[in-house]
Nanobody, 122 residues
Framework: QVQLVESGGGLVQVGGSLRLSCAAS????????WGWFRQAPGKEREFVAS???????YYDDSVKGRFTISRDNAKNTVYLQMSSLKPEDTAVYRC????????????????WGQGIQVTVSS
């Protein structure tokens, strides 16, 4: 059974940092695309960042320069380092993985974590 489990969320002040982790079990994701998405209250889920098997990364403009996505294939884990956090970053963050063609398209991802809350207080 494949599972993706996020960790590292919580409450942080404006300007602070957090690192999210997403550990996978049940199969190897070394050749898959990893992605992070988020959903704020009352808003639709949106793309945050993704990383391909070869290390190519993609970011939404809202987080570019502040967030960094990385992966450790040996640990079957993806990370999202978040810095200079803003109140508008408050959301439930979910990791995802799949044989993705278009990294921003949620339906391309086959596996999803349950999500973890990130709250940025002002």
């Amino acid at each position: 059974q494949v599972q993706l489990v996020e960790s590292g969320g919580g409450l942080v002040q404006v300007g602070g940092s957090l690192r999210l982790s997403c550990a996978a079990s049940g199969r190897s994701f070394s050749t898959y695309v990893w992605g992070w998405f988020r959903q704020a209250p009352g808003k639709e889920r949106e793309f945050v960042a993704s990383i391909r098997w070869n290390g190519d990364t993609y970011y939404d403009d809202s987080v570019k320069g502040r967030f960094t996505i990385s992966r450790d294939n040996a640990k079957n884990t993806v990370y999202l380092q978040m810095s200079s956090l803003k109140p508008e970053d408050t959301a439930v963050y979910r990791c995802a993985a799949g044989a993705v063609s278009f990294v921003r398209r949620m339906s391309d991802y086959d596996y999803w974590g349950q999500g973890i809350q990130v709250t940025v207080s002002s």
